[in-house]
């Protein structure tokens, strides 16, 4: 009976070796099919992440990665052309080094609705590493709450192209304006050397009413003056220069305009113009030329 209850018991103890060597064959391979799945799911993540690395080099627009302090964590080779500044440079760099004074508030207020809202879009003043002052189109996106991924084109030859054209049109527009500015001027010009010559002669005459001397001068002045309205009209519309803006009352922008074109509208096209002004209008933060042209 004990020979054959250990019999029983050696043949259990096989069963159960064969059990687990049976077990840890399929566990092992188990792993290894894990270990295999893993490395092609590894080298796919690697081979995808190279691709990507690729397109983002070799993408025309200019393509940066700051951290949430605005430090620059990856740029390409379009960002290094776009600013002038090399790679090393520019990896130790602050987003706002490159900002012109005039966009770094509008920066601040871009790169904050990114932070909060994970996204913004908009034009910013940029100065390159030469000094010139450049003009970019920046769409920016959240990727995480530390990381932010910028797209960038550099729109400054477009906008020069641009202030040409404006420039043509103007000058187009300021000749054809011409036949009108002159009759404008001539009129109160004639009525300043007729009232002036009568003048003379009432003098010379000896025959001077105060109170029609006083009239014929308020009239001269005041003619003098319309005469100096319009000459600084035509040239603030004239003038080539960069956009200045200031605080600018509208109702004078407005009246000044008029001054430009009125009796063109009233001979070429038989427009009498009415003007409702209201009196109270706030100023208006613009350039006061730019707001003529419109």
């Known amino acids: 009976t004990s020979f054959t209850e250990m019999e029983q018991k050696i043949s259990q103890m096989l069963n159960d070796l064969i059990e687990s060597s049976e077990r840890n064959t399929l566990l092992v391979a188990q792993v290894q099919t894990e270990l295999s799945e893993r490395k092609q799911t590894e080298e796919a993540l690697r081979e995808n992440e190279e691709k990507f690395r690729s397109y983002v080099e070799f993408a025309p627009q200019g393509v940066f990665v700051a951290d949430r302090n605005g430090y ?50 908009g034009e910013l003043t940029l100065i390159h590493k030469d000094g010139s002052i450049r003009f970019w189109i920046v769409d920016a996106v959240r990727l995480s709450s530390d990381r932010f991924l ?28 011409a036949a009108g500015m002159a009759h ?25 009413d105060k109170d029609q001397f006083l009239t014929d001068l308020d009239r001269i002045n005041k003619n003098g003056w319309r005469i100096a309205k319009i000459i600084r009209s035509l040239l603030a519309y004239s003038r080539q220069a960069s956009p200045e803006t200031a605080p600018q009352q509208l109702n004078d922008i407005i009246s000044g305009t008029l001054l430009l074109i009125e009796h063109q509208l009233k001979s070429w096209s038989n427009i009498s113009i009415e ?20």
């Open 150 to 177: 910028g797209f960038v084109i550099d729109i400054t030859e477009r906008k020069d192209a641009e202030e040409i054209a404006v420039a043509s049109q103007k000058m187009a527009g300021i000749g054809g304006l």
């Open 184 to 208: 404008e001027i001539n009129s109160p010009l004639q009525l300043v050397t007729g009232l002036s010559e009568r003048l003379t002669r009432d003098m010379n005459a000896d025959r001077i």
């Open 72 to 121: 620059y964590i990856e740029v390409n080779s379009a960002a290094c052309k776009i600013t002038g500044y090399s790679k090393e440079e520019l990896l130790l760099m602050n987003l706002m080094e490159l900002i012109a004074p005039e966009s770094l508030d509008f920066a601040g207020d871009h790169f904050n609705r990114v932070v909060n809202e994970g996204y913004a879009s």
């Open 275 to 294: 003007k409702e002004l209201a009196a109270d209008l706030p100023l208006v933060y613009c350039d006061s030329n730019s707001i003529t042209q419109v």
